[in-house]
């Protein structure tokens, strides 16, 4: 979910421009790039030793959660930064070119608090309020929404198992999802068009996370979206040409009553969890950190570092990217 830095660091002031003592420039950098909690740990204590305002550390908590895709922990920090607020200086930012724009994550956190809360009518508000503050911003806000209006319309589907779909490898027959499901706890869905750049771009990552998945009793479908005969022939080919890796199912989704239009799928990529009881379990971009949450609550074989040595290594504009979470 890194949603603000690239925005943010064409930020910094020229205050942070000005020839700085090499300590001094070597600690900000470690703030603004900690790597793990205990590197942000020790060089907040390095930048307190240097007389440096608290400021910089209230940011580089910040930008580590921002990092670290931790909305529950950047919902808490919420209450920080407001008590902040009245007290910020553009003189001790590395982040924030004028107040409003430290105001409008102040408004943003709060939001994931209330996000965090099912509070929609409060989420509204505070999202609404961190557009105003920074408009310069709104593609970074807007993703929260759509998450938000998705998760709401999933809470409302329960997915009928026993509905057949055309078995893209060997046509003609069918294949319903409580086959795919099987003894499993849960499945997941993967949309897919060979006509999508940013899905094809990522498809060998998502290959090989899958391989992760199905190892630990999660099967893995991908459904061909598709509306022409030129686009089925040409994800036929894909096919053909052996590149499917262990996924098992590779379907093809209905033009009518269509299971994408169903998940809402706007976007690629976009991968859908499902209970063996037909609850949807997640919506949203495979790198989401809430996913692989909900992943090992049910499999804690399936660990982090298996998954984000793949989900991290690849490109964040093109594939498998670093997006919201809970």
Do not use: C
């Amino acid at each position: 979910m890194k949603l603000f830095l690239t925005a943010l660091l064409s930020l910094i002031l020229p205050a942070l421009n000005q020839e700085l003592p090499n300590d001094r420039e070597k600690i900000l950098e470690a703030l603004l790039n900690a790597p793990d909690q205990a590197s942000l740990d020790q060089a907040i204590k390095d930048g307190k030793a240097a007389g440096l305002p608290d400021q910089l550390f209230l940011e580089a908590r910040f930008v580590f959660l921002v990092n670290e895709d931790n909305r529950a922990a950047l919902a808490t920090l919420s209450t920080d930064l407001e008590a902040h607020l009245p007290k910020f200086s553009s003189d001790d930012t590395m982040l924030f070119a004028v107040k409003e724009d430290f105001a409008s994550i102040v408004q943003y956190t709060k939001a994931l608090a209330a996000l965090q809360d099912n509070d929609v009518k409060l989420f509204k508000k505070h999202i609404t309020e961190a557009f105003w503050l920074a408009p310069s911003h709104a593609t970074q806000f807007a993703p929260l929404i759509d998450d938000m209006r998705i998760n709401e319309a999933m809470k409302k589907i329960t997915l009928d198992l026993s509905l057949q779909f055309e078995d893209q490898k060997l046509q003609g027959e069918s294949k319903s999802l409580e086959t795919i499901a099987g003894g499993s706890p849960a499945f997941l869905i993967h949309f897919w068009s060979p006509w999508a750049n940013q899905a094809m771009a990522i498809m060998d990552e998502f290959l090989t996370v899958s391989d992760s998945l199905i190892k630990n009793n999660i099967p893995v479908v991908s459904f061909l979206l598709t509306t022409t005969n030129e686009a089925r022939q040409a994800g036929d080919d894909f096919l053909a040409k052996g590149k499917q890796g262990n996924i098992a199912h590779w379907l093809v989704d209905t033009k009518k009553s269509s299971l994408g239009s169903l998940m809402r799928v706007s976007s690629f990529p976009t991968v859908v969890l499902v209970s063996n009881k037909g609850e949807i379990l997640f919506n949203g971009d495979p790198s989401n950190r809430r996913l692989w949450g909900i992943l090992t609550a049910i499999n804690p074989e399936i660990t982090g570092p298996t998954i984000d040595a793949v989900l991290l290594k690849t490109d964040p504009k093109s594939t498998l990217r670093a997006k919201n979470d809970e």
